[in-house]
C-alpha cells in the first residue's frame, strides 16, 4: 500500500474546466490535471493524486452511456490501489449522474463527483474549493461505506437525496430529506450521519438496452393529449404528480393503459417529501393509480426515480424487480431490493 492514500481526479467537462471561447462565452476545455494545478494547498494533503481526462463535455450532454463506461474506468481504478475516486463535471446533472454512479458502484472506496458554478474566469471560482474539499473526502476513512458522494461548498451530500435547487448560486445543492451527512471543516471530513442501506444494480456490463424513459409532469389544465402521445412512444415512464402524487382526473385511463404495458412509476413533483400510498381516494389520486398498476416512488424524486428505472431496464430487470427497486430505494413500501445487498455505514479500518 502507498504511504498516502491514492485518489484518482476524473474530469468530464463542465462549468469547472472551461476557458473564455473565441465565438465568446465559455466552454470546457481545462485537463483533470489543469484544474489539479489550479487548487491551492492541495500538496498539503496527505494524498497521491492521479489525474485522467476522460471527457470534455458540458454537463447537459453527458449519457448513460458515458457513465457505464465511467464504470468501469472506476473499478479498473479500485482494484488498483486507488483508495477513492473524484468526479469533476458539470453542474446541471450532477444529481442525476451521481446516482447513477452510486446505483453502479458497489465497493466501499467513496466516489465523489464534484464540480463548479462559477467558471474559472469569474472573480470568486469555487471549483477549486470544491475540488480541494471533495479530495479530502475521497482520500478519507470516514467516507468509505457511503457510496458515491456529492461535495459542494464543504458539504457531503449522499448522491441518493441531493438535489440543485438554484440556477446560479454557489450553495444551490441541498439534501431535502435529510440534510447533508456532514462537512469538511478546517480540512477535516466530518460525517455526522449515516445511511442506513446502500442498493446496487447489476454488473454495468450487462447494460445493452437504451429504453426510451420519459419524465412527464403535471401541471394545471393539462387534458393528457400529450401524455397519450409521450406514452406511446416510451418504454417506461416517471410521472411527477401534484403534491404527494396526484394527477388530473382526465390522465386516469392513459396512466392505467400505459401501466398494464409498461412500468409506470409515480412520484411528487415538489421536490422533496414523499409521494404517498394511500390516503386520499378520488380518481388521480396516490392510492387510485397504485390500484391500476402505478408504482410508487416514496422518496425518491422524478430524476432520481427515472435513473433508477432507466438502468433497471437496461440491466434486464423484469417488473417485478423494478417495482421492488423503486417501492425499496424510495422507502415506500417493506419490499426488499431485488439484487445482491451492499454492506452500509463506515468500515472497520
Not at 454488473?203 to 389544465?221: F, K, M, N, Q
Not at 452500509?344 to 479500518?349: F, H, I, K, T
Given at each position: 500500500?502507498?504511504?498516502?492514500?491514492?485518489v484518482l481526479?476524473?474530469?468530464?467537462?463542465?462549468?469547472?474546466?472551461?476557458?473564455?471561447?473565441?465565438a465568446?462565452?465559455?466552454?470546457?476545455?481545462?485537463?483533470?490535471?489543469?484544474?489539479?494545478?489550479?487548487?491551492p494547498?492541495?500538496?498539503?494533503?496527505?494524498?497521491?493524486?492521479?489525474?485522467?481526462?476522460?471527457?470534455?463535455?458540458?454537463?447537459?450532454?453527458?449519457?448513460?452511456?458515458?457513465?457505464?463506461?465511467?464504470?468501469?474506468v472506476?473499478?479498473?481504478?479500485?482494484?488498483?490501489?486507488?483508495?477513492?475516486?473524484?468526479?469533476?463535471?458539470?453542474?446541471?446533472?450532477?444529481?442525476?449522474?451521481?446516482?447513477?454512479?452510486?446505483?453502479?458502484?458497489?465497493?466501499?472506496?467513496?466516489?465523489?463527483?464534484?464540480?463548479?458554478?462559477r467558471?474559472?474566469?469569474?472573480?470568486?471560482?469555487?471549483?477549486?474549493?470544491?475540488?480541494l474539499?471533495a479530495?479530502?473526502?475521497?482520500?478519507?476513512?470516514?467516507?468509505r461505506?457511503?457510496?458515491?458522494?456529492?461535495?459542494?461548498?464543504?458539504?457531503?451530500?449522499a448522491?441518493?437525496?441531493?438535489?440543485?435547487?438554484?440556477?446560479?448560486?454557489?450553495?444551490?445543492?441541498?439534501?431535502?430529506?435529510?440534510?447533508?451527512?456532514?462537512?469538511?471543516?478546517?480540512?477535516?471530513?466530518?460525517?455526522?450521519?449515516?445511511?442506513?442501506?446502500?442498493y446496487?444494480?447489476?454488473?454495468?456490463?450487462?447494460?445493452?438496452?437504451?429504453?426510451?424513459?420519459?419524465?412527464?409532469?403535471?401541471?394545471?389544465?393539462?387534458?393528457?393529449h400529450?401524455l397519450?402521445?409521450?406514452a406511446?412512444?416510451?418504454d417506461?415512464?416517471?410521472?411527477?404528480?401534484?403534491?404527494?402524487?396526484?394527477?388530473?382526473?382526465?390522465?386516469?385511463?392513459?396512466?392505467?393503459?400505459?401501466?398494464?404495458?409498461?412500468?409506470?412509476?409515480?412520484?411528487?413533483?415538489?421536490?422533496?417529501?414523499?409521494?404517498?400510498?394511500?390516503?386520499?381516494?378520488?380518481?388521480?389520486?396516490?392510492?387510485?393509480?397504485?390500484?391500476?398498476?402505478?408504482?410508487?416512488?416514496?422518496?425518491l424524486?422524478?430524476?432520481?426515480?427515472r435513473?433508477?428505472?432507466?438502468?433497471?431496464?437496461?440491466?434486464?430487470?423484469?417488473q417485478?424487480?423494478?417495482?421492488?427497486?423503486?417501492?425499496?430505494?424510495?422507502?415506500?413500501?417493506?419490499?426488499?431490493?431485488?439484487?445482491?445487498?451492499?454492506a452500509?455505514?463506515?468500515?472497520?479500518?
Open positions: 500500500m502507498p504511504e498516502f492514500p491514492r481526479v476524473i474530469g468530464l467537462g463542465g462549468t469547472i474546466a472551461m476557458t473564455a471561447a473565441a465568446g462565452g465559455v466552454t470546457p476545455t481545462l485537463s483533470a490535471q489543469q484544474l489539479l494545478d489550479a487548487v494547498g492541495l500538496t498539503d494533503l496527505e494524498s497521491d493524486l492521479d489525474a485522467l481526462s476522460f471527457r470534455a463535455k458540458p454537463g447537459a450532454s453527458l449519457t448513460i452511456e458515458d457513465l457505464v463506461e465511467l464504470t468501469g472506476i473499478r479498473k481504478a479500485f482494484a488498483s490501489d486507488v483508495a477513492g475516486v473524484v468526479i469533476t463535471q458539470g453542474t446541471d446533472t450532477i444529481e442525476e449522474t451521481a446516482y447513477a454512479l452510486d446505483l453502479l458502484h458497489s465497493g466501499p472506496q467513496p466516489v465523489v463527483v464534484t464540480g463548479a458554478m467558471n474559472p474566469t469569474l472573480a470568486g471560482a469555487d471549483g477549486p474549493a470544491n475540488l474539499a479530495v479530502t473526502v475521497a482520500a478519507s476513512p470516514a467516507a461505506g457511503l457510496g458515491s458522494l456529492v461535495v459542494m461548498a464543504d458539504e457531503v451530500h448522491a441518493r437525496r441531493v438535489r440543485k435547487t438554484h440556477a446560479t448560486s454557489v450553495t444551490t445543492f441541498v439534501s431535502p430529506n435529510g440534510g447533508p451527512l456532514g462537512y469538511v471543516v478546517e480540512g477535516q471530513v466530518r460525517i455526522l450521519s449515516r445511511l442506513l442501506d446502500r446496487a444494480l447489476p454488473d454495468p456490463g450487462h447494460l445493452g438496452s437504451e429504453p426510451r424513459v420519459a419524465l412527464y409532469t403535471a401541471t394545471l389544465d393539462d387534458d393528457g400529450i397519450s402521445a409521450v406511446e412512444l416510451a417506461a415512464m416517471v410521472i411527477a404528480g401534484f403534491g404527494v402524487g396526484h394527477v388530473p382526473e382526465a390522465w386516469v385511463p392513459t396512466l392505467a393503459d400505459a401501466a398494464r404495458r409498461m412500468p409506470v412509476v409515480l412520484t411528487s413533483r415538489t421536490g422533496s417529501g414523499p409521494a404517498l400510498t394511500s390516503t386520499y381516494g378520488f380518481p388521480g389520486s396516490e392510492r387510485d393509480l397504485i390500484s391500476r398498476g402505478l408504482i410508487p416512488a416514496g422518496y424524486d422524478p430524476f432520481k426515480a435513473i433508477l428505472l432507466r438502468l433497471a431496464l437496461g440491466a434486464g430487470a423484469d417485478g424487480q423494478i417495482s421492488d427497486a423503486i417501492t425499496t430505494a424510495g422507502a415506500a413500501s417493506a419490499s426488499a431490493w431485488p439484487w445482491p445487498a451492499v452500509a455505514g463506515r468500515e472497520q479500518v
